[in-house]
Nanobody, 123 residues
Framework: QVQLVESGGGLVQAGGSLRLSCAAS?????MGWFRQAPGKEREFVAA????????FYADSVKGRFTISRDNAKNTVYLQMNSLKPEDTAVYYC???????????????????WGQGTQVTVSS
């Protein structure tokens, strides 16, 4: 399985921006970002196909977050703008060769996960 390492989390005020990065140890296929807030289940945020031509977003982040990738660097990014306190969570990237990036994924679609990076949005 590919190893994933997230970075870029931190503390930001509401309305601010952060860019998360997920570096993979090897080639990946479709990839996704998920998040988990305290006491809540892990939820889907965004996903992208290998080519980058296909992207999916949760309704709660659509228009504010952008997922992208640089396959030469084996890295996927999540640009987060207009952050809200409800975006506070640990953010995880995920990858699996079985996931093509052609549909909304669930956590069960991925077997490789990063360690997570904390995003805290203050009001």
């Amino acid at each position: 399985q590919v190893q994933l390492v997230e970075s870029g989390g931190g503390l930001v005020q509401a309305g601010g921006s952060l860019r998360l990065s997920c570096a993979a140890s090897g080639r990946t296929f479709g990839m996704g970002w998920f998040r988990q807030a305290p006491g809540k289940e892990r939820e889907f945020v965004a996903a992208i196909s290998w080519s980058g031509d296909s992207t999916f977003y949760a309704d709660s982040v659509k228009g504010r977050f952008t997922i992208s990738r640089d396959n030469a660097k084996n890295t996927v990014y999540l640009q987060m703008n207009s952050l809200k306190p409800e975006d506070t969570a640990v953010y995880y990237c995920a990858a699996d060769p079985r996931y093509s990036g052609s549909y909304y994924p669930s956590p069960d679609d991925f077997r490789s996960w990063g360690q997570g990076t904390q995003v805290t949005v203050s009001s």
